[in-house]
Nanobody, 117 residues
Framework: QVQFVESGGGLVQPGGSLRLECAAS????????MDWYRQAPGNQRELIAS???????TYADFVKGRFTISRDNVWSTVYLQMSSLKPEDTAVYYC???????????WGRGTQVTVSS
């Protein structure tokens, strides 16, 4: 059974930093690209960063230069280092990856990030 467990969220002031973690199980992690998504209240879930199995990374324009995605294949974990956080970064953050056919696996519970003074 595929499972994603996100952690590391919390309350942070504008301009602050957080490091999110996502532990994956049930998939051969090394061979999968991994993605971070977020969903703010009233908004659709959006893709913010991806890391391929070879370590190649891509970012949405609104996080480029502020967020860094990385992975540890030994621990089947993907990370999201977030800095220069803004109130509009407030959301629940999730990780996921795509099956061979292109659909996503079931979502984990996510981790709440709140940026507020």
């Amino acid at each position: 059974q595929v499972q994603f467990v996100e952690s590391g969220g919390g309350l942070v002031q504008p301009g602050g930093s957080l490091r999110l973690e996502c532990a994956a199980s049930g998939i051969p992690f090394t061979f999968y690209a991994m993605d971070w998504y977020r969903q703010a209240p009233g908004n659709q879930r959006e893709l913010i960063a991806s890391i391929r199995s070879d370590g190649t990374t891509t970012y949405a324009d609104f996080v480029k230069g502020r967020f860094t995605i990385s992975r540890d294949n030994v621990w089947s974990t993907v990370y999201l280092q977030m800095s220069s956080l803004k109130p509009e970064d407030t959301a629940v953050y999730y990780c996921n990856t795509r099956k061979t056919g292109g659909s996503l696996f079931p979502w984990g519970r996510g981790t709440q990030v709140t940026v507020s003074s």
